[in-house]
């Protein structure tokens, strides 16, 4: 069983996960991702990069950021390291996993795991920085204490509206391997404005709630109750909430 908790990190719509059984923080009221409980280099991954046959028109991907970023605390955009979310001025996040004899390994499992939630979708994920926006950057690696959050696992700004498309998020080194890519789905969707779901099967499980995330890839439904916490971390019209249309429409728009 994997846990995550959401919880609201900033009175603009900012959360994060924390995860339970999963030991670290999602956004979430366990303690996953976004749960109070990380120089940078651009390299790509064998084969990651490849073009992919339907991208989105306005060129937006998602950027998994493996290497390490300094984040600076001011508005979210991406393509200045810029997160608003943020708890301390500068976050200088380590690359992920940096002693792993097996980091390629590891990096290419989740960055298939990613591909493969997002199947059907026309994302296009690549651990190379595109050369201009809009993209979503997710950075992997380091613990809360490095970024300033209450969350363990992960977080990200909640973007009612999906009005930055230049988001930023991060999810720490503590989560297991095969959680990590459900974790990515989330906090892209927290950016979104997806709301957290009760769903243990569902990426939006632990948002903001205390969901327990079930083994076995997570999957997007077109059609799920969601669930109302703070009022930074409940966006209206959202329940329930059409989350392939919101990775497969809304992110492209």
């Known amino acids: 069983m994997k846990a995550l908790a959401l919880v609201a990190l900033l009175s603009a719509c900012g959360a994060q996960l924390t995860t339970a059984s999963n030991n670290s923080q999602v956004d979430a009221s366990n303690n ?3 749960a109070p409980n990380g120089s940078h280099t651009d ?3 064998g084969g990651v990069d490849a073009p992919m046959q339907n991208a989105c028109a306005n060129g937006r991907q998602v950027y998994l950021a493996f290497e390490g970023v300094t984040l600076t605390r001011a508005a979210t955009d991406s393509t200045t390291n810029h997160a608003a979310w943020i708890g301390v001025t500068t976050a200088a ?3 992920f996993h940096p002693n792993d004899a097996n980091r390629a390994t590891e990096i290419q499992t989740i960055v298939d795991g990613v591909k493969s939630r997002l199947a059907g979708t026309p994302i296009s994920v690549v651990t190379t920085r595109p050369a201009s926006g809009p993209y979503v950057m997710i ?3 380091g613990t ?3 970024v300033g959050s209450n969350y363990t696992y992960a977080t990200s700004d909640h973007d009612c509206g999906d009005t930055v498309k230049n988001d930023v998020g991060w ?3 503590a989560p297991s391997l095969s959680y990590v890519p459900d974790l990515i789905i989330g906090t892209i ?3 979104l404005g997806l709301q957290g779901t009760s769903d243990p099967a569902d990426c939006m499980c632990a948002w903001a709630n205390s969901c327990q995330s079930a083994a076995g890839a997570c999957t997007l439904s077109a059609s799920i109750a969601t669930t109302v916490s703070s009022g930074n971390t409940t966006c209206p019209n959202q329940n329930p909430q059409n989350e392939v249309a919101a990775f497969s429409t809304q992110f492209c728009q």
Request: aromatic letters at 4%.
């Open 32 to 34: 996953g991702v976004d």
């Open 93 to 95: 996040v380590p690359a």
């Open 144 to 146: 809360n204490a490095i």
């Open 189 to 191: 969707g927290w950016g």
């Open 43 to 45: 390299a790509s991954v």
């Open 171 to 173: 999810v720490s080194d």
């Open 139 to 141: 950075v992997l690696g």
